[in-house]
Nanobody, 121 residues
Framework: VQLQASGGGLVQAGGSLRLSCAAS????????MGWFRQAPGREREFVAA????????YYADSVKGRFTISRDNAKNTVHLQMNSLKPEDTAVYYC???????????????WGQGTLVTVSS
């Protein structure tokens, strides 16, 4: 599976962005999809994950209530809607695919190249 993330950019605090991740391959619907982020000088951290069916979603406490993960299996895409953005959300955001059950750990099989989100105060 090859993953291509897009949608990053510069936004003011309180604003919104929608990240997208396009996946290649015909087995997209069998993968759990996740979003992670890495801020400068910090370790990569879990943001959100969604089950293969889209029924179950998981969020880091820091983004719960502000971010929404969704997927469209017909279009092989996963999205991360980010609202009420804060300067501390500034990071490179990565999408990832996993053939096992959902996890907040970084044990994903495939990773995209990342898209930069910068939130100004």
């Amino acid at each position: 599976v090859q993953l291509q993330a897009s949608g990053g950019g510069l936004v003011q605090a309180g604003g919104s962005l929608r990240l997208s991740c396009a996946a290649s391959g015909r087995t997209f619907s069998s993968y759990v999809m996740g979003w992670f982020r890495q801020a400068p000088g910090r370790e990569r951290e879990f943001v959100a994950a969604i089950s293969w069916s889209g029924v179950s979603t998981y969020y880091a406490d820091s983004v719960k209530g502000r971010f929404t993960i969704s997927r469209d299996n017909a279009k092989n895409t996963v999205h991360l809607q980010m609202n009420s953005l804060k300067p501390e959300d500034t990071a490179v955001y990565y999408c990832a695919a996993r053939s096992g059950p959902p996890t907040r750990g970084d044990m994903y099989d495939f990773w995209g190249q990342g898209t930069l989100v910068t939130v100004s105060s």
